[in-house]
């Protein structure tokens, strides 16, 4: 079946630090694939998405590149901001299955000033 | 501006209650969809809706129940059948197959 695989957390890193958070999945098919963002006590929120392979996503100095021959999704930032603490989701979506999102369980991210 | 508005922000339940979270979008996206969450793991989808009068059951449906009788509204019922019904219950739109999913800002559901 479909699944997504993250590492897991939490990772704390220091202010202006590099981050990975990898993200691999398992799909029949060609998945649209996303990294969502949840701040403390709310909703998610969409933070970047590649439609297909070799597609990179971008957004708020975050990055993820769709590799489909490593069926990965990473995200990554140059540096991080105590501001980026928070858990960050990886899901893959098959539009033509109802929309539905598939997730992984979550990274937390601790960034110490 | 528009949204997805989900109520109450905290929601207390004895244990036998049924008791129905509220999802509301003002952003006229067709599908709707409700996840459960808990602590340490992904989402988990409940129920779907892609088109009014219409849903269907998702990963986890037992013990849930839903109705989409207006395209903006998709009210989820946590029955007494659901037997650890302690979760935070995230609701969200889509407007078409190629487009993200928008989320609400959740409600947490707790068994007094």
């Known amino acids: 079946g479909n699944s997504v695989t993250q590492m897991e957390g939490p990772v704390t890193l220091s202010e202006e630090a590099f981050l990975t958070i990898n993200c691999t999945y398992t799909?029949?098919?060609?998945?649209?694939l996303f990294w969502y963002v949840q701040y403390p006590g709310e909703g998610l929120q969409l933070l970047l998405k590649a439609t297909k392979a070799d597609d990179k996503g971008s957004n708020k100095g975050f990055e993820a590149t769709y590799r489909k021959e490593t069926t990965s999704f990473h995200l990554e930032k140059g540096s991080v901001q105590v501001s980026d603490s928070a858990v960050y989701f990886c899901?893959?979506?098959?539009?033509?299955?109802?929309?539905?999102?598939?997730f992984g369980q979550g990274t937390e991210l601790s960034v110490k000033p | 501006d528009g949204g997805i508005t989900q109520s109450p922000k905290y929601l207390f339940r004895k244990e036998g209650q049924n008791v129905t979270l509220s999802c509301e979008q003002n952003l006229n996206h067709d599908a709707m969809y409700w996840y459960r969450q808990d602590p340490g793991q992904g989402l988990r989808l409940i129920y779907y809706s892609q088109i009014v009068n219409d849903f269907q059951k998702g990963d986890i449906a037992e013990g849930y129940s839903v109705s989409r009788e207006k395209k903006e509204s998709f009210p989820l019922t946590v029955t007494s059948a659901q037997k650890n019904p302690t979760a935070f219950y995230l609701c969200a739109s889509l407007e078409r197959l190629n487009q993200p999913q928008h989320f609400g800002d959740g409600t947490r559901l707790s068994i007094l």
């Open positions: 799909a029949t098919g060609y998945p649209s």
């Open positions: 899901a893959l979506l098959f539009y033509n299955q109802g929309g539905k999102l598939i």
